[in-house]
């Protein structure tokens, strides 16, 4: 009993950090139809842009995460502006191509600026771990749900209740119509980036003190959260969430009760079987209906 509830604590914890990536992911699919491949690289600058702004200058943490996040959102917009906007064939495979290329150039200027050795980072509190039923629940993992809660509670408020979310709804059901009827939907797609490169950040702030971090931690967060995302159903705000919990917790469990040797495996089997059994995702309406 006492090893199923901390594995379950394991993959809540990680499964969350998969549920913002995922996400993000979604939330850029739905506004632009495009799959960012470079998504996992923002989860690497986030981590790192926090080691750096909090651990190395000693700025205040609610500074630190802000900075992060900015930073996050900055490179966000200027991958799109210079990498995605002047495609001169912005057919899907090419912006698929781009992201891929993108992300390997991100890696390797994220080496350059902090080099190839990993760093750790305290939690964001001092306070012990709280015992249940014998198992450690730690307080970074209570900070990464709540942050995940927050974050995607917060994107849903804004796509339902203010007019500009509204906005990138329409955008997301249909561009063409949307832009006939006055929304501007090109810059709609550059703050759909934004938030989706701030959403990144987001998971690689929270997920720095558990892990280590380098300049290579982004890929297989970023091929995690594509998965989760598509186990939930591209597109659905809420389906990527839960994609994310549901592949945290069964990465745990697997790992745990099988064979650690098999975690990352895992992603990618309940990926397939997906696909094979229900294409659109566990979570996906019958008709297409994003957010």
């Known amino acids: 009993m006492q090893e199923i509830v901390q594995y379950l604590f394991s993959g809540i914890t990680?499964?969350?950090?998969?549920?913002?990536?995922?996400?993000?992911?979604?939330?850029?699919?739905?506004?632009?139809?495009?799959?960012?491949?470079?998504?996992?690289?923002?989860?690497m600058i986030g981590a790192l842009a926090m080691v750096t702004l909090w651990v190395r200058l000693g700025l205040p943490l609610p500074v630190a995460v802000a900075g992060a996040v900015a930073a996050g959102c900055m490179l966000g917009l200027v991958f799109e502006r210079f990498a995605i906007r002047t495609a001169r064939n912005p057919e899907p495979i090419t912006l698929i191509i781009i992201t891929v290329g993108a992300g390997i150039f991100l890696k390797g200027a994220?080496?350059?600026?902090?080099?190839?050795?990993?760093?750790?980072?305290?939690?964001?509190?001092?306070?012990?771990?709280?015992?249940?039923?014998?198992?450690?629940?730690?307080?970074?993992?209570?900070?990464?749900?709540?942050?995940?809660?927050?974050?995607?509670?917060g994107i849903?408020?804004?796509?339902?209740?203010?007019?500009?979310?509204k906005a990138m709804v329409a955008c997301a059901v249909n561009?063409?119509?949307?832009?006939?009827?006055?929304?501007?939907?090109?810059?709609?797609?550059?703050?759909?980036?934004?938030?989706?490169?701030?959403?990144?950040?987001?998971?690689?702030?929270?997920?720095?003190?558990?892990?280590m971090s380098s300049y290579d931690m982004g890929t297989?967060?970023?091929?995690?959260?594509?998965?989760?995302?598509?186990?939930?159903?591209?597109?659905?705000?809420?389906g990527a969430f839960a994609g994310g919990l549901l592949l945290g917790i069964l990465e745990s469990l697997g790992a745990g009760l099988i064979s650690s040797g098999l975690k990352d495996a895992i992603a990618f089997v309940l990926l397939l079987l997906i696909l094979y059994i229900?294409?659109?995702g566990l979570f996906a309406a019958k008709e297409a209906k994003r957010f």
């Open 14 to 43: 990680t499964g969350a950090v998969y549920a913002v990536i995922a996400v993000g992911l979604s939330m850029l699919y739905s506004s632009t139809e495009l799959i960012n491949f470079a998504h996992g690289e923002f989860v």
């Open 110 to 153: 994220a080496m350059i600026v902090w080099g190839k050795d990993p760093f750790s980072m305290p939690s964001f509190s001092s306070h012990e771990s709280i015992e249940i039923f014998g198992a450690a629940l730690l307080p970074q993992s209570i900070w990464i749900v709540t942050a995940a809660l927050v974050l995607a509670g």
């Open 156 to 165: 849903h408020l804004f796509l339902k209740k203010t007019i500009t979310g």
């Open 175 to 211: 561009k063409k119509a949307a832009w006939l009827s006055g929304i501007p939907s090109e810059k709609m797609g550059v703050l759909a980036f934004g938030i989706s490169a701030g959403c990144g950040a987001v998971a690689g702030i929270f997920i720095a003190p558990i892990t």
């Open 220 to 238: 297989i967060l970023g091929l995690k959260g594509f998965c989760a995302a598509m186990i939930g159903g591209l597109g659905s705000l809420w």
């Open 278 to 280: 229900r294409p659109g």
